[in-house]
């Protein structure tokens, strides 16, 4: 296998440095003309790139099978990617080969890694207050009990504009437009962050977008919010590790805990199954009703 990789890098008929767009460009375009995310492209892209400086610049076309394993195994056992990495990577690269090689055979003999998956990561109630209260301005502080109260993912929260906030004819909801999946939604305004948000349009005055950057109406980065979020834990004195998404599973796991109806908190947070909502059960300190067995229940109704 070696010997033959060899061969065709010395027959100078692979990809050169200058060239490497000559794949990657073409992978671009269609996944554009798909409409595809901005994430899932630079996924995709990265996953084929990767490939390719990988084993010397060959062009994915001239690669073996084993060869992509070879890749693959480096991910998981050199670099120890987690789980949902690798499986970023399996899907690019087998996107490549269906949609841009045409050999959807070759594709399907790409293995998806098996999956991990883990509980969220919650916060207490008095470790939000905390971190709330040791953000180191207003702005922040609005920010992020707006990612908490109304359940929003970083780029939904940076997307957001002044004018997805519905607060006409009694209604208090935001408007996600382009969520993930490309798809638009209303997700819960609270009516104490709505009244925070006023004061902090009336100092800030933002433009556009509801969290500017350092320019009027430019959104604001997400190295920008993860800087303030982890400024803000470490002033907290909290030690676990808080990221957006952190803030976004306490929304979930508290509404369950207050008696939300479950397939009300799916539409909220925009998932496309009910399985991913569902996790969440398992992290709710407070059940929405107390344990019990069935075999009681129905033995009782007997002796009524």
């Not at 798909?34 to 084929?48: F, L, M, P, Q």
């Not at 009516?191 to 009336?202: D, F, G, P, S, T």
Request: proline letters at 4%.
């Amino acid at each position: 296998m070696n010997s033959s990789k060899n061969e065709r890098v010395q027959a100078q008929s692979n990809v050169q440095k200058s060239d490497i767009l000559s794949i990657t460009l073409p992978l671009i375009n269609r996944m554009k003309i798909e409409d595809k995310s901005e994430n899932t492209i630079t996924s995709y892209v990265r996953a084929v790139e990767r490939l390719v400086r990988f084993h010397d610049l060959v062009h994915p076309r001239e690669l073996d099978i084993d060869e992509v394993y070879d890749f693959l195994v480096s991910l998981n056992v050199i670099e120890q990617l987690n789980w949902r990495t690798n499986k970023m990577y399996v899907a690019g690269l087998r996107y490549y080969w269906t949609h841009m090689l045409d050999d959807q055979q070759f594709a399907e003999k790409i293995p998806y890694p098996k999956e991990h998956p883990s509980l969220p990561k919650i916060l207490s109630r008095q470790e939000l207050n905390t971190l709330f209260s040791a953000c180191n301005n207003d702005k922040h502080r609005v920010m992020f009990r707006l990612i908490y109260s109304s359940g929003l993912r970083r780029s939904e929260l940076r997307h957001l504009k002044i004018e997805h906030l519905d607060t006409k004819d009694g209604k208090r909801r935001i408007r996600i437009e382009k969520g993930k999946g490309k798809k638009d939604r209303y997700t819960v305004l609270s009516k104490i962050v709505h009244q925070e948000l006023r004061a902090y349009y009336i100092k800030h005055q933002p433009k556009v977008y509801l969290f500017n950057g350092p320019k009027k109406g430019q959104m604001i980065s997400e190295g920008a919010i993860r800087h303030a979020l982890e400024d803000a834990r470490k002033r907290s004195g909290i030690k676990k590790s808080v990221t957006m998404h952190v803030l976004r599973h306490c929304f979930a796991t508290h509404c369950l805990e207050h008696g939300m109806y479950i397939k009300r908190l799916q539409l909220l947070l925009g998932h496309s199954s009910l399985n991913t909502t569902l996790i969440y059960l398992q992290v709710s300190e407070t059940p929405l009703v107390p344990d019990f067995s069935p075999l009681d229940i129905w033995d009782n109704e007997q002796e009524g």
